[in-house]
């Protein structure tokens, strides 16, 4: 490391020997980008792997280190093994009740902590602090060390004792003696420490495994096993629809059955594929037609039936065909395709049979198919969507939107049926626009309210005909600034509002003028008009002709039907009408 910084930073490494005397050149800055670009492209060693059998099978608890790297904890998590960790570079008090069974300190930092120990100053300064840690260890537990040279160190201070009475270790190889600081401090007779210089740490932690009798790594002579033992204390993880992970219902099978059996057990891979060859094609096809699914090839669907008619299908490739058939369905519709659309929605019904969302989107699809479909088929789409949004309600009886399009297929059917039938209709979409409003209110709810009691009102003449417009007035009423703009809601409240007062003339003429004025600008066609019939109401009779004749002139509206509900507005528009014929 001395060297690559002086290479890197070879203006201030002028003189520099050591690796603390170097470090100290650099700035906080510098020596975070230098740490980490020395240990991107590390590795986990063979020690490291020999050492995480010895911390599996309970023989080491405690691994103190002056790394920065996570090599150490990436190779315990290969062994499933998750110690607690302490940073005491930032942790300023040790306390061993607080401590895990198994942990892992890093001394001097780690490599994404805050602070990163590494001159001969910021050592000595937090030494004091790992005492606790040390006294601990050295009175509790049979210490090792190993890849530690000792040299010029303040950890070793820590390490210093009178005696060690679970006994020290001391690892070296023939070709790195330890220091005279180590021989005179730590190696000295009667202190039960020792001296081992005939192997290296990979040497080392082979043998004492290799003598302990214990297992090898699993990471590298039974990686199946260990994926299939980490895999088990997974939760059932599923997808947004409910499927399993790939990881479940794919890999977890192949290793188990062929995996496992092959490279750790031996198991001849041949005669085990012949065995297992249905199954293995079976999984193949279900791999095959998810790939599908996932790049919206609606040849899924096609495959997913293959796999059902395999007989070794589960409940899962029943469910997965269904899902496979809702999703072309809903990107039919999303596309305009609407007779795809419910082709699938069709063959995917016995699949969600009680899921709302699902007869929803299918009633609304059935409804826009009706839109475009002939006379004959109409009604039929209508019938079945009315079934879905019945269906839809009851599992979902808080969606405002289910009511509300369960209305609208009345509000579709009044328009095929007979002229008799209209009231029936309309106190049918009444009811469920009612509920919607009820749940949600809106603006469009509201209008549609208004404008059913408003068309039951033109249809019945009996006594309640007079409730139907003023509850029609009242609905629309909540809303008179904002709707005035649209023309369907201002054309409805105009209408709403002269029938009111031809019905009950009592109603202050001046409230309905107000309203019927403020849109004349945004349509005047509608506006002059409705401003006649008004003015006729209200005796301004000059006002009232000057307009009707000029929405004659123009072609603009008139509504016969409002004039004919009042003999004063029939008569004098008759009038109106006589004498603009003759002057024209």
Request: net charge negative.
């Amino acid at each position: 490391m001395v060297e690559i910084m002086k290479k890197d930073y070879k203006d201030k490494m002028v003189g520099m020997e050591s690796y603390n005397d170097c470090m100290a050149q650099l700035s906080d800055i510098e020596t975070k980008q230098f740490i980490l670009k020395c240990l991107e492209n590390g590795k986990v060693n063979q020690s490291y792997l020999w050492l995480t059998s010895l911390v599996k099978d309970g023989y080491v608890d405690k691994i103190l280190t002056a790394n920065f790297d996570d090599l150490l904890i990436k190779a315990l998590a290969y062994e499933n093994i998750f110690p607690g960790i302490y940073d005491m570079a930032v942790l300023r008090e040790y306390n061993p009740k607080k401590t895990s069974e198994r942990a892992v300190f890093y001394l001097h930092g780690q490599k994404d902590g805050y602070y990163l120990l590494n001159t001969l100053e910021e050592v000595s300064k937090h030494t004091p602090n790992l005492s606790p840690l040390f006294d601990d260890i050295l009175s509790n537990y049979t210490l090792i060390v190993i890849g530690y040279s000792g040299k010029n160190d303040k950890l070793l201070d820590c390490l210093q004792n009178d005696t060690y009475p679970h006994g020290l270790y001391w690892i070296a190889s023939k070709d790195d003696p330890p220091s005279e600081e180590v021989s005179t401090k730590i190696l000295q007779p009667g202190k039960n420490s020792f001296f081992m210089n005939k192997c290296n740490a990979d040497e080392f932690f082979d043998n004492v495994n290799r003598f302990l009798g214990l297992s090898s790594p699993r990471i590298l002579y039974s990686p199946f096993s260990l994926i299939d033992e980490i895999t088990k204390q997974f939760a059932n993880a599923t997808t947004s629809d409910g499927q399993e992970l790939w990881m479940t219902e794919f890999v977890k099978p192949l290793m188990e059955e062929y995996c496992i059996p092959v490279f750790e057990g031996g198991i001849d891979p041949i005669k085990l594929f012949e065995e297992k060859k249905s199954e293995f094609e079976y999984l193949r096809k279900r791999l095959d037609a998810l790939n599908k699914l996932a790049i919206k090839d609606e040849a899924a669907i096609e495959l997913f039936k293959e796999v059902m008619e395999m007989g070794n299908s589960s409940d899962q490739d029943t469910k997965r065909y269904g899902v496979a058939l809702y999703h072309f369905a809903v990107i039919s519709s999303l596309n305009m395709e609407m007779e795809k659309a419910c082709d699938y929605y069709e063959k995917a019904e016995a699949y969600f049979q009680h899921d709302a969302k699902f007869n929803y989107n299918f009633g609304n699809v059935l409804v826009a198919q009706s839109r475009i479909a002939d006379q004959a088929k109409k009604e039929n789409q209508l019938l079945h969507a009315e079934k879905k949004y019945v269906i839809a309600a009851k599992f979902e009886p808080t969606n405002s939107k289910i009511w509300a399009n369960w209305g609208d297929v009345y509000m579709e059917l009044k328009e095929i049926k007979p002229k008799s039938e209209s009231c029936k209709y309309f106190k049918f979409a009444i009811k469920k626009f009612e509920r919607a409003n009820e749940i949600l209110e809106s603006v469009v709810i509201t209008f549609k309210l208004a404008y059913c009691y408003l068309r039951l009102a033109c249809f019945e003449r009996d006594t309640r005909r007079l409730e139907y417009i003023k509850k029609s007035v009242s609905y629309i009423s909540k809303y008179d600034e904002g709707i005035i703009v649209e023309h369907k809601y201002y054309s409805t409240f105009c209408y709403a509002l002269l029938l009111q007062k031809i019905i009950s003339p009592d109603v202050d003429s001046k409230v309905v003028s107000e309203i019927i004025s403020k849109g004349v600008e945004i349509k005047r066609d509608e506006g002059l008009f409705f401003m006649s019939c008004i003015n006729l109401l209200e005796g301004d009779i000059e006002t009232a002709r000057m307009q009707y004749s000029e929405c004659k002139e123009k072609g603009y509206f008139i509504d016969y039907y409002i004039i004919n509900e009042s003999e004063a507005l029939k008569n004098f528009f008759a009038e109106q009408d006589k004498t603009f014929n003759n002057n024209f």
